[in-house]
């Protein structure tokens, strides 16, 4: 715990001095760029892999970014997504998966490996559409290969689940948002997006230069 004691003191002393003009801006108003919902593992971080500055990304991280689909259960993801929308009127959400994610891995490997861990296989049970999906379309892959699929079906499972949200449906309907599914490669620093034209991942550079300036 101490490097990370001495990291705050590191930022009190030489980083917040520097950017003092920034975090006074940022004191007086809370108006982020994007949702950025991605998987609570530690080596996923968002304005890392954007190169944003605090206050550029409004951002909900979970065991495997999962979003539940609406219902009046109350949950933090769907708090957090009816505020950015509804109240900071983010104009994108993005949906990260990511490579060698554990909580894909634990749903490829089955409910055995979860017995001890009932909270975490109950809300794995929202990535259920991504297994199904994994489970008929490659079930004879190795096991490389359906984690990498199943990381990326499950971004498309969690999309589907934002659209159930109603505050999310109707900032669609009126044009005043877009959603994005991204996966992740840490290894490789590449990040491939979903484009529903062609139905498939494409990676992000090719989506930005292909994109119409009305998309
Ligand atoms: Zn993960």
Known sequence: MNHIIDGVLRFQREVHPNREALFHQLALEHSPSAMFIGCADSRIVPEVLTQQNPGSLFVVRNAGNIVPPHSTVPGGVTASIEYAVAVLGVPDIVICGHSGCGAMTAILRGA???EKLPAVARWLHYA???RDAVAS?????????????????NV??????LLSHPVVADAIQNKQLRLHGWVYDIAAGSVITYD????KFVP????????????
């Open 112 to 114: 055995h490996h979860l």
């Open 204 to 215: 992000i550079g090719d989506a930005f230069a292909n994109a119409t300036p009305t998309e």
């Open 196 to 199: 529903a034209r062609i139905r």
């Open 156 to 161: 498309l499972a969690q999309l589907d689940h």
């Open 128 to 130: 259920d559409a991504a």
């Open 137 to 153: 379309q490659h079930a004879d892959a190795p096991e490389d290969v359906k984690l990498s699929a199943l990381v990326r079906e």
